[in-house]
Nanobody, 121 residues
Framework: VQLQAFGGGLVLAGGSLRLSCAASGHPFSRYTVAWFRRAPGKEREFIAYINFGSSTHYTDSVKGRFTISRDNAKSTVYLQMNNLKPEDTALYYC????????????????WGQGTQVTVSS
């Protein structure tokens, strides 16, 4: 499956962005899709996942601010990001794996190219 992430940009603190992860090449509905991010000088970290049953899980730092959702008819997963903070500045990646969900990046075999999110104070 090929993934394309887009929707990043520059936003003021407190603002919102919606990232999209569009998939092609394989039936999408059975995949777990996750978002990760890499901030400058830091390792890539897990943000959220949504599995094929639409169960979701978030890292603590984004709970209540970010929402992951999917539209299988469009083979797209979204990450709605509200109340953005400067510490959310990072390159955001979507990733996919067949089967059950995980927040470990080593279990994801398919990755998008990343989209930059910059939050200014």
């Amino acid at each position: 499956v090929q993934l394309q992430a887009f929707g990043g940009g520059l936003v003021l603190a407190g603002g919102s962005l919606r990232l999209s992860c569009a998939a092609s090449g394989h039936p999408f509905s059975r995949y777990t899709v996750a978002w990760f991010r890499r901030a400058p000088g830091k390792e890539r970290e897990f943000i959220a996942y949504i599995n094929f049953g639409s169960s979701t899980h978030y890292t603590d730092s984004v709970k209540g601010r970010f929402t992951i959702s999917r539209d299988n008819a469009k083979s797209t997963v979204y990450l709605q990001m509200n109340n953005l903070k400067p510490e959310d500045t990072a390159l955001y990646y979507c990733a996919a794996r067949q089967g059950s969900s995980s927040y470990f990046e080593r279990y994801y075999g398919y990755w998008g190219q990343g989209t930059q999110v910059t939050v200014s104070s």
